[in-house]
Structure formats: C-alpha cells, structure tokens
C-alpha cells in the first residue's frame, strides 16, 4: 500500500473523530507479533508491557501462539493485571522500594503466586522485610544480572550498555542467590540479564557508516561476551536452586539471544509498536503501528503549516531522535527553530501545499509506550475503520511510570 493510500485509509478509518488522536493498525500490529516470533525461534516471549501500556493490547498478542507472561515494570501495575486477569505471570523488571506496593503484595494471595520481583543487591532484601517485618509470607524474586559489557576484563573503567545491576560475574550472582536462599520469606525463581547495548541500539543509522560498523562490531564481540557469562552464572545459581526462567533479550536481540541454550525466555515489546528508534536495525523491520494525528490550526505562509500540540519528546539522551517524526503525507519535517511544541508544531516542506486548515498530519513517536502517556485511549483501526477504541493505562486511570 502506497503512503497516500494509507494516508486516505487512516483519515476515512478517523473520520469522526476530532484529533489530537492515536492509532494502532492492527494489520501491522499482527504482523509484528508474528515476526518477533519468528525470530525469536522457538523461545517464548515474554510482553515488556511498558512498550505497550494497553491492556486490550497486551490481552491481544498473550493471546497469540509463542507469548508467554508480562515484563511489567512497577509494582503496582504487576499487581493490577494480575488482578485484571491479562496474566497470571508477571515479572517486575526493575527493583522496587515502594513499601506500600509491597505491603499489598504480602496480603494479597493471588498476586504472590504470580508477581516476581527484582533484585540485585542484599539492600533489596532488606528493605522488603523492613516493609513487612518478620515472617511475612514467601515473595517470588529474580536475580538481576548485568548484561553491559566490559571490554578491559576485569575493570569497571569501561562500561557498555545501561547501567543496571551490580551483579556482573557468575561468582557475584552466585554469592546473592546464596543470600537469597539464606532468608525466610524469599523464593528464588529466575535470572534475568537484558542486554540493552545489542537489543536497544540500532546497528545501521542512515548515513554513518562508520558508527554502523562500530555499533556491529561491538554488539557481536559484547553478545559473545555475555553468552559465556550468562552460561556460567545460571549453571552457578541452578546448582543450587532449580530456576523457573532466564529471561534475556529484547525486540533488537532476538535471534542472537535464542540461540544461547541458558536462556529459556525472550522480552519484547517496542518491536509490537515500531516506534521510530527501531528504524535504524539491520536485520529487522517492524511496521509502524502506532501512529498519531495532528489537526493543521495555521498556514502561516505558502511554505509552512502549523499543528495543534505535538510536544510528545521521547525519554533517553537529548537529541533529533527523540522527537516526533512526520510520517503522513511524507515530505513534511520539523523546522530546526520550534520542533515538536507543547501547543504548536510547525512543519514545512514539499507536502505543505497539499495542507488546509483543519486537515490531518500523522506522525511517529520514537518510542513505543511512551505515547500511551499522551492519550487516553487507541483507536485500532482496520482497514477503513476504527474496529475498536481501547483505554490505555491513562485512560484507566493508572500513572504507574
């Protein structure tokens, strides 16, 4: 389908509503589980539910062949679709010290049997059972270990990825798993390591073909890296303990981490949306699915036109990539002077002439989840309508970011 056939398709499916508005095209979001599936080769995905933030969304691709439980990443939301019934096995992501999340936890039977909350550090520990004081009942834990790489072995001085989890060697892992089995009130069930230097950089940035090679030449030898790392901690942790889950990757990683036989599971999440960071990716390329629309409010000269809002920047280093895209009609960019604002969006180019007051731009966000932040609800549009208007977390009435 030609950009101006989708251009038409998404004006007719949105016809009567007013924008600012969000969609996700369903045909693309279908096609995008499918081909994280596929190339996660046989390995269950587990849903980062902060790249989607919708629970119709997230009900929808559980419901597919090769998805398997919920990466949430807080407490509280873990608990809220437990509770809702999206997945009765939730891993929260990150550590919490929200005391009153995990006070709701400890009483609340069916959430324990189905959250797993993180830790890194004895601190973790801690502060659970300052939360909850003694002998309070078992809560399900995974290990975090930390995937960057470090290319002068041995040395902190050089650090590759996010900057995560203290735990790094098999050795450091196993010491914590012995901490862990060492007190009452906490079950080690998993391992998890994301390596967010390979799975979270785009490995083919247009027009730099240096910065390509470096970014390929680092994942490969830091996957390889982490490959025997990651082996030797989990054989370190299952002698002592049976595991119930290695969780790894993410939508830029699949086929690389499917192919270590230590991990059992994958995440993904952005790859369902194909926000706009996952452009620059070599072996893969998801369809952009969730999309926004922008009403024109000004023509204020023959070569510019002005949009309502639009200020959505992405999280991460500041920089051209976190801002919006203009995708529909194509030949439309942000000018250098305004960018994507709070009340107005200017956009010039060739497009421009095509555009009255009152017509629509649709454009990209360069993350995935973040958008459901914006609106309250996604219109899932198919074909040339809108099959059904979902809420999402916002439009629930949840901030759990």
């Given at each position: 389908m030609s950009p101006q056939q989708q251009r038409v398709r998404y004006d007719a499916a949105t016809e009567g509503i007013d924008p600012p508005l969000a969609i996700v095209d369903l045909d693309a979001f279908d096609h995008n589980a499918t081909e994280l599936v596929r190339r996660a080769a046989g390995r269950p995905i587990r849903v980062a539910s902060k790249s989607v933030r919708c629970r119709t969304l997230l009900e929808r691709v559980l419901e597919l062949p090769g998805y398997a439980g919920v990466m949430a990443y807080s407490l509280d939301e873990a608990r809220w679709l437990v509770?809702?019934?999206?997945?009765?096995?939730?891993?929260?992501?990150?550590p919490t010290v929200d005391r009153a999340a995990l006070q709701k936890l400890a009483v609340d039977e069916a959430a324990r049997a189905a959250v797993t909350i993180m830790v890194d550090s004895v601190r973790h520990l801690d502060l659970v059972d300052?939360?909850?004081?003694?002998?309070h009942p078992d809560i399900r834990v995974c290990l975090e270990l930390d995937a960057s790489w470090r290319p002068l072995r041995g040395s902190r001085a050089v650090h590759v990825g996010p900057l995560r989890?203290?735990?790094?060697?098999?050795?450091?892992a196993l010491a914590l798993a012995k901490q862990v089995l060492a007190r009452p009130g906490f079950t080690l069930v998993g391992i998890m390591a994301y390596e967010g230097q390979i799975a979270g950089i785009g490995d083919a940035p247009p027009g730099k073909p240096l910065r390509a090679a470096a970014v390929r030449w680092m994942q490969r030898h830091s996957a390889s890296e982490l490959a025997g790392r990651r082996a030797e901690a989990v054989a370190a942790v299952s002698a002592l303990t049976p595991l119930?889950?290695?969780n790894g990757g993410g939508t830029g990683s699949l086929e690389r981490t499917a192919e270590e036989s230590a991990v059992t599971e994958l995440a993904a999440g952005s790859g369902l949306l194909g926000p706009?960071?996952?452009d620059t990716y070599q072996g893969f390329q998801p369809r952009p699915a969730a999309l926004f629309a922008l009403p024109v409010v000004r023509r204020p000269g023959p070569h510019s036109a002005t949009l309502f809002a639009g200020g959505y920047l992405a999280s991460g280093p500041i920089g051209p990539d976190r801002v919006p895209t203009p995708y529909l009609p194509t030949g439309l960019k942000l000018t250098a002077l305004e960018g994507a604002g709070e009340v107005q969006t200017?956009?010039?180019g060739k497009a421009v002439a095509q555009l009255?007051?009152?017509?629509r731009v649709w454009l990209r966000h360069a993350k995935a989840g973040e958008l459901a932040e914006r609106f309250r609800e996604f219109h899932l549009v198919r074909g040339y309508q809108v099959e059904?208007?979902?809420?999402?977390?916002?439009?629930e009435g949840h901030a759990f970011g």
């Open positions: 509770a809702e019934g999206v997945s009765q096995d939730v891993l929260v992501g990150y300052a939360a909850l004081g003694g002998g989890s203290p735990v790094h060697t098999p050795a450091d119930e889950f290695v706009t960071l996952f200017p956009v010039v009255g007051v009152g017509d059904r208007t979902a809420p999402t977390y916002r439009g």
